[in-house]
């Protein structure tokens, strides 16, 4: 078990302006995983990957890694040391640094950690090899086109060899063909054995993937493991 | 890449604020430094000046009749003395507690003798003078000639050359004693132009006074010495004496270099005061610009301390280059500029390169300082709004 959540709840706010964006939700996820996440909008499924990210506290419940628990055993800056050793985040709006070039864009995720700039850039190409943006790595974001740009923030969510692959709809920004085209670069790199979980509004869209996770209302009310054809 | 390379990157975005901001420091820095090289400069051109005024305490026999007179603050004056100071006595001075700031002791013996010099007879003012003390007090004499050494030889005035047609060289007497003219002064325009100095011993021997001196003249070392304390201090060595300072000249120019001391402080207080807030408002004005970046730094795994170290090197690099073009601009200032557009009659007007140092890594703190709330708050931007915002 590599990954695990046990029974996280989430409230908003206070009185009346209470949000219950998840309750009692738990599942795992082992080495090699690919998830994808469901659901209407506003069902927490944003929330849920921000908990399991190091990023903020769940009002109640665990999240287990490596057998650390998170939220209990980590302060502010052990969960930042989580974020760069075991989560690549991948967000839906790309998120890249505009003043900086592409392999800028995925060396920074290195730029607080102490080993030879060298080295840095061996894993930024690197990565930047595995999302085909090679010959892109002088570029600026502005000049390159949405897919490209995605396969940029992937290209950053890797270099740092994470544990896990974060993607909160990381096609929600792009037109259908640069769609697909994402969608079997993430599944390629789950091929490669990288651990994805990836929220989308229609889990139809990933083929690849071999569980599924419904959330409604804060509830996972489906859990299914699809069988690999 | 490393978190020095994003503060680098990222000091060159927003250019036209970080420009002003740098203006802003640098002439405040040059400000400061100019009105700072002004005041010192004329500090020290009072205190040179101060040398040549001499003496700052004159020590006289007490006395009613005895009238000092000095224009300004040359103390020649005393031509007649009917009571006299026990040249043992002086002695005493030295043992006072702030013995440390006096710089000379020079007595001298004053009366009038008739001189006679190829058949022409004048009656003459003659001084007795301890000659290497005298030469410490009278920094500023112009001198023809070289200075007396031995007993028979005098050092005399301008006028009293030119009156008595004496030249270098020549030899005259004196109620029966041969002296030589081995030196003579440049006019002073004091009442050394009239006098004839010659070692102190020979004087007391041809005024047949052994052992006695007429005035006592004391130079203190520095402008701030604490004369009142040593005018009691020698009061109460030499009770039969009258202790007088001479500093009105002095002290009003030094109250004046305070005045502009005080309205320079006043003034860098104000800039200092004015260029932190210009420094946090534009910190603060490019995190608020930077949310978002910061956001997605923090949840790429930066620390908060990574979070600060970025925007306090980037406040670092731009103080840096202000205290390098302030120091650059204060020099340009107080060698080129401010010369070709007023007349300053300063002569100790420069740059102290301490004072410039000092000042450059001032602002580099003050650029720091300013940055730490909003790189402390810039540290604590929640990066789940930042990312949920987009
Ligand atoms: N900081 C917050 N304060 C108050 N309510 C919040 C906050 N963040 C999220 N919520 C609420 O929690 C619920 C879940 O939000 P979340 O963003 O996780 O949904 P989502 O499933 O990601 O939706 P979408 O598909 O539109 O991205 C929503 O009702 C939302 O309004
Ligand atoms: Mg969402």
Redesign the pocket.
Known sequence: MYLQLLNISKI??KGEAQ?R?LESVGFSIEKGDYVAIH?P???????LLTIMAGLQHPSSGKVIVDEISLYEELNNDGLAGFRSNYIGFVFQAFNLLPYLSTLENVLLPMAPVRISSKEKREMAHLALSRVGLTDRAAHLPSQLSGGQQQRAAIARALVNEPGIILAD?PTGNLDTETRNDILSLFDDLNKAGHTILMVT?DASHIKAARKSIKITDGHIIEKEVIPRI | MNLSNISLKSLFRQKGKKVFLLIAMVISLTTVLTLYSYVESQRLDIENQFDEFGANIVITPKSDSLVLSYGGVNISGIVTSLEEIEYSQIGKIKSIENNENIRAISPKLIGAGEVSFNGIRNTALLVGIELEEEKKIKSWWNLKGTFPEGDNEVLIGAAAAEVMKLSIGDTFTIKGTVLKVTSILASTGSQDDNAIMAPIETVQTILGKPGKISLVEVSALCVDCPIDDLVFQISQVMPNSDVKAIRQVMEQKMQVVDQVKKVSITIGTMLVILCGLLIFSTVTGSISDRKQEIGIFRAIGFTKSNIMQIILTESFLISLASGFLGILCTYLTVNLILPSLVDLSTENFRVNIWFAFTGAVSIIMLGLGASWWPAISASNIDPV?TI?SL
Do not use: I, L
């Open positions: 908003f706010g949000v964006a659901g909008s506003g069902s927490g499924k944003s929330t709809e509004h | 709004k949920n």
